[in-house]
């Protein structure tokens, strides 16, 4: 069909067949110009179903669209292999689904690759066998490793769970004959309407396999089996990438583990193209809304907002059309400063010459109050206190996110009537505060439990109102030295605990307080520690730990970030 406004019409050939090297047809929706002459190529492959429209823009900047179900979805044939093991197949079909874009004759033989997440990853695995047609990448929010997903061997069922029920299942419920749902449409008003409740309070999780179709089961049970597997191998990848990529991610992106490609990149790309011009740009975003100004009823101004496409296209259109449009002198990082609404500029993430401050915890012992005396502050107290809260796995702090399950900055007023956890907070700042990087939790801690759980959150706390996420980080403690070996606490005996807190850019104001808040889960958004020491993810036992944080010179818990000054 052919659809026209003035601009370059748009032709559209669907389902059409694409040949791999193993004779298997993986099948594309193409977007053309309905002019004549031939144009940069771009391409997307994707396991979550390939879109019937939407790449308008792009064709009529210019470029023909190719979006692929990769193999064994929807409309390709073959098996499908999920990204959590290694040689899936999709390094292969990339090249080839490059190569056959680049000769067809609609293309002048050059070729960019885009997309988010799954599609980010296809890309990499594209581009590590370095097609020759293929010229750029826009791979943007697909973290260095899966174990980056899920944080230090905790497993994070508010996303997983529904991407399994929801997004991977239906269409293999369809392939192998089996009951609706068979559409990501009717699995989702399932999840919405019905079924939330019972999956996300599933008990153990390595049963749940059995309730997922084939091709799926066997993968979701090898995952739970093995959380300390390192699929992805980014580091390795890096070396053999020869062309430059564009990447997005933001504060509030449960994937913005992105943000180390720019630096994997830099170092080990295969060419000084590569290594000098991989960009990468950060807001206030989260993973399904890149580049807008507003995540929920937070509004980060109009400044945050961004174009991603005309972005994208600007990219394309340096890289594929030879547009001397100045993205080749433009600085590798480009990040949002949430506080002051204003955009920076650095050479890599995160950001170089930083200076450290150090804020210690203190308080006369009644923390677990928000109106109690915890204190952030220059100097470690002299005497000897602590903080107790008992941490119930049956009843888990709740994670303040919309129904959607994706990152999302909250309001953490809300919580303050709950009796886990400890809160820690500067007094109203006299000047502005601007942080950026990982800020790092050090806590002296015991429990009750040989395992147990600790989050660390950093809030910004508006006198005049809300206090919001500005991020956080956890630490399951019997991976606290290793993801790859385990090491069960002493109950009752103190620890130090490192808490790499997630990646920000903010600006505490003048009269705001920095808030440090410390608890023992974050549920949905990750499991439940069950505190018996045992494999929390087979067995169902949960048992509750009386938890206790230390704050002296012998034990200085604190808080460090990097500092930036107005």
């Not at 669209?65 to 290694?86: H, K, L, M, N, P």
């Not at 010229?135 to 061997?153: N, R």
């Not at 009717?186 to 997922?212: C, M, Q, S, T, V």
């Not at 005309?310 to 001397?324: E, H, M, N, P, T």
Request: aromatic share 10%.
């Amino acid at each position: 069909m052919t659809e026209g406004d003035g601009a370059l019409g748009v032709i559209v050939e669907n389902d059409v067949p694409v040949p791999m090297r193993d004779a298997v047809i993986l099948r594309a929706n193409v977007f053309r110009p309905d002019a004549p002459g031939k144009f940069p190529g771009l391409l997307i492959r994707t396991p979550y179903g390939k879109a019937a429209s939407g790449y308008e823009r792009y064709v009529r900047a210019g470029y023909v669209v190719v979006a692929q179900d990769s193999r064994g979805r929807y409309a390709s044939d073959g098996e499908y292999v999920i990204f959590t093991v290694e040689n899936t197949g999709d390094a292969e079909d990339g090249y080839d689904s490059v190569e056959w874009l680049a000769q067809q004759p609609y293309c002048n033989g050059v070729v960019g690759t885009m997309g988010a997440s799954y599609n980010a990853w296809m890309q990499w695995q594209a581009a590590k066998l370095r097609p020759p047609s293929l010229k750029a990448m826009c791979a943007y929010s697909i973290p260095l490793e899966l174990t980056e997903v899920d944080w230090c061997g905790a497993f994070r069922p508010g996303r997983r769970v529904r991407w399994w029920l929801t997004t991977i299942a239906p269409d293999l419920r369809r392939r192998h004959g089996l009951p609706p749902p068979h559409t990501k449409e009717e699995a989702n008003k399932i999840w919405e309407d019905i079924e939330h409740g019972r999956w996300l309070h599933f008990l153990p999780w390595l049963d749940l396999p059995r309730y997922l179709p084939p091709g799926l089961a066997e993968y979701a049970e090898d995952w739970l089996r093995h959380p300390n597997r390192k699929a992805w191998k980014f580091a390795e990848v890096h070396k053999e990438v020869e062309v430059p990529n564009l990447d997005f991610s933001g504060w509030y992106d449960h994937c913005n583990g992105t943000m180390g490609h720019l630096q994997g990149m830099q170092k080990n790309a295969r060419t000084e193209v590569a290594r000098t011009q991989t960009k990468l740009v950060l807001g206030p975003w989260n993973h399904g809304g890149m580049g807008q100004r507003k995540l929920g009823e937070v509004d980060f101004g109009p400044q945050a907002q961004l174009d991603i496409n005309d972005l994208i296209i600007r990219w394309f259109d340096y890289w594929l059309k030879g547009v001397d449009n100045g993205i080749d002198r433009q600085p590798p990082l480009r990040y949002f400063v949430m506080g002051s609404a204003t955009w920076k500029t650095a050479d890599t993430w995160p950001p170089e010459g930083m200076s450290e401050a150090v804020y210690y915890l203190s308080s006369a012992g009644d923390a677990d109050r928000a109106d109690g005396s915890g204190l952030l502050q220059a100097e470690a107290p002299s005497e000897e206190r602590s903080d107790t809260y008992t941490y119930d796995p049956r009843d888990p702090c709740p994670t303040l996110w919309p129904r959607t399950l994706f990152t999302h900055p909250s309001d953490r007023r809300q919580l303050e009537y709950r009796q886990d956890i400890l809160y820690y907070r500067t007094p109203p700042l006299e000047e502005e505060v601007e942080i950026v990087g990982y800020p790092e939790v050090v806590l002296y801690a015991a429990s009750s439990a040989p395992d147990t759980d600790f989050f660390a959150r950093l809030v910004d706390e508006d006198p005049g109102g809300p206090a919001l996420d500005v991020c956080y980080g956890m630490v399951r403690a019997r991976h606290r030295n290793s993801l790859d070996e385990e090491e069960l606490l002493t109950p009752g005996e103190v620890t130090e605990l490192r808490i790499k807190l997630g990646a920000t850019a903010c600006r505490f104001l003048k009269g705001h307080r920095m808030r440090l808040e410390i608890t023992s889960s974050d549920f949905p958004n990750h499991d439940r520690n069950h505190n018996t020491g045992r494999n929390d993810l087979e067995d169902s036992e949960l048992v509750s730990a009386e938890q206790r944080v230390f704050h002296s010179k012998e034990c200085a818990s604190r808080l460090a970030v990097r500092t930036e000054e107005g």
